[in-house]
């Protein structure tokens, strides 16, 4: 699915060197590794403050903390993505409620939120999956109704643009950044950061990841340890003058997926291409393929076939929250949210990295035509 080796290869020096210079100077916690690569992040991604925290997952939770979600409180989202998303929501004692999502973009559909919105929602949070912007103007527009906050978990989707040209993480109060080394900007283990506009949010996420201290052994508030390593700032700081580069790579392997599949007629056997919402309409939204997925026939036995090929692909994701163990308690039930039920069945990620060649985007999609 991904080679980490060849994309590390060209700047392995300079990541050794940035460590080294860590290393020297001494200052692993915050510091000017940190701010140094939330100034270029920041700047990178369009939005007036970026946090530096410790994952992408602690984005999320530091997010709904500064929002003061707590229990009794319900978090609109999707069934479908990465734990996570409806993870945080219940940590914190709060609720998720979940709206069922798009069927050719898997993402949150504004269509069904309304029907799921109550007096106790303090929050909505829809996921850019796969690395495309959900359709935000409609959401927005309903938050902005009933004047509750949007957080957008936008941790598969540095860099992606919405199709009025805004950038993933910077259209809700808050928008969470992932850099797991599997992300389109990753780093050399776990690290994240948090997107906002408001001067006033940032001062509380900051405050937040630090224990809810300003100085040290005095807390204004409960906070928690979401401290960006400056080993992983220092990486970071390397890698992202090449994130625009590599999103475009993605897109060209996209493209040329999109042909071979369609060569070979596969199509026409019942594979979906991914769909980049309005495409046909004059104004395309900037998807940065941090996933390639189709929705295929028989899903799980091609996903063998493929492994017996030695073709890296994978499920994301099996199972909505709503059939979770974890979130039986919530009454949800099979058929309540079918197109996420669908969706968990049919879709497989293709390897899509940058260093992948057209050699080995060939040879996997033959391996995909001859199980056909």
Known sequence: MLDLQAHHAPFRGDLVKALARVVDHGQFVLGPEVESFEASLAEACGAAHAIGVTSGTDALLVSLMALGIGPGDEVV??????????????RLGAKPVFADIDPVTCNLDPANIEAVITPRTKAILPVHLYGQCADMAPLLEIAA????????????????????????????????????????????????????????????????RNHGAERQYYHKVIGGNFRLSALQAAALNIKLPSLSGWSAARRTNAQRYDALIQEHRLVEKGVRLPYAAWKNSGRVNYHIYHQYVIRAPNRDLLREHLTKKEVGCAVFYPLPFHLQECFASLGYKAGAFPEAERAAREVLALPIYPELTADQQDWVVRSLAAFY
Not at 77 to 90: K, L, N, W
Not at 157 to 169: K, L, Q, S, T
Not at 173 to 187: D, E, M
């Open 77 to 90: 989202t999707t069934p479908f993505s990465f734990f996570a998303t409806a993870g945080v929501v219940a």
């Open 145 to 208: 109704k009933r004047s509750i906050p949007v957080v957008e978990d936008a941790c598969q989707a540095i860099g992606a643009e919405y199709r009025d040209g805004r950038r993933a993480g910077t259209m809700g109060a808050l928008g969470c950044l992932s850099f797991y080394p599997t992300k389109n900007l990753g780093a050399l283990g776990d690290a994240g950061a948090v997107l906002t506009m408001d001067s006033g949010l940032a001062a509380k996420v900051r405050l937040l």
